[in-house]
Structures are given as C-alpha cells and as structure tokens.
C-alpha cells in the first residue's frame, strides 16, 4: 500500500486552500488574482498540482482550462494543520499549545468560550474512562 500523501503545508499552500474553500472552485487565473504578492502563474499552478497530489483538492476540465476545488473537508485540513503545529512549535505536547492559547496571547476568551472547553475536556475525559463510546463527529460550536 502506497504511503498517505502528506497533509503539511506551506504557507502559500495553506493560502490557496483557503481561496478554494472561499471560491468553492476556480481557475489557476482566479486562485492566482486572490493571492498577496501572487508568484507566476506557473507556481500557482504547480502549488494547485501539488495539491491534487497530496488528496487535498481535485480537478476537472472544463474546455482547455483546469478547475480546482478542495477535496478534504475543511476540519481534516486544520485538524493536520494543528498537528503539524503542536509538534513543531511545542514539541508534540498539546498541553503546551493549550497553554499558549489560554495564556491571553491568542485572543481573549469570552465566558462562553471557556464554557466550550470545559465541555470537550469533560467529553474527552468521559470517553477516556470508556473506549468503548465513539467519538462524537460534530465541530464544536
């Protein structure tokens, strides 16, 4: 069995996940037009094949222009996007990315906020103690 492609990515990467998330599907010339200091439009397109490459959009003809559109869902890209960050910037303990996030530096957490994450601890800890109960697939709110 071939290997999972990678889900890391690059900065320009990430950006042009995010236009296709926002324009649902476009051409090399539009993700290109919504870039900051947009590279040729060569490097755009080789960014998108890379993309198709890594599972993370697909393509499609439509006459003799290429259209690209994300393939995963939103939540898979930024749950490996967190991955990727927790064991690059914290060496792999969540708790230390937790930490920085509650230290104020990330924002200011209303009461309700801090309320969400008292809930997903006490469900994480709930399904802990029982394996045998499945995760739920719902985004927190």
Do not use: W
């Not at 889900?7 to 042009?16: A, F, P």
């Amino acid at each position: 069995m071939p290997p999972k492609p990678t889900l890391e990515l690059g900065r320009r990467e990430r950006q042009i996940v995010e236009i296709l998330y926002r324009l649902g599907e476009g051409s090399v010339a539009q993700v290109r037009d919504q870039l900051p200091d947009p590279p040729t439009y060569s490097a755009v397109r080789g960014m998108l094949n890379l993309l198709v490459s890594k599972d993370i959009a697909v393509t499609r003809a439509e006459g003799r222009k290429y259209l690209y559109r994300p393939a995963a869902p939103k939540r898979r890209i930024r749950v490996s996007a967190l991955k990727n960050l927790v064991r690059t910037f914290f060496s792999g303990a969540p708790v230390d990315a937790v930490a920085a996030l509650l230290d104020g530096s990330a924002g200011k957490l209303t009461d309700d906020d801090l309320r969400d994450i008292r809930r997903m601890i006490e469900s994480a800890e709930k399904t802990r103690s029982h394996p045998s109960q499945k995760k739920s697939t719902e985004e927190p709110p």
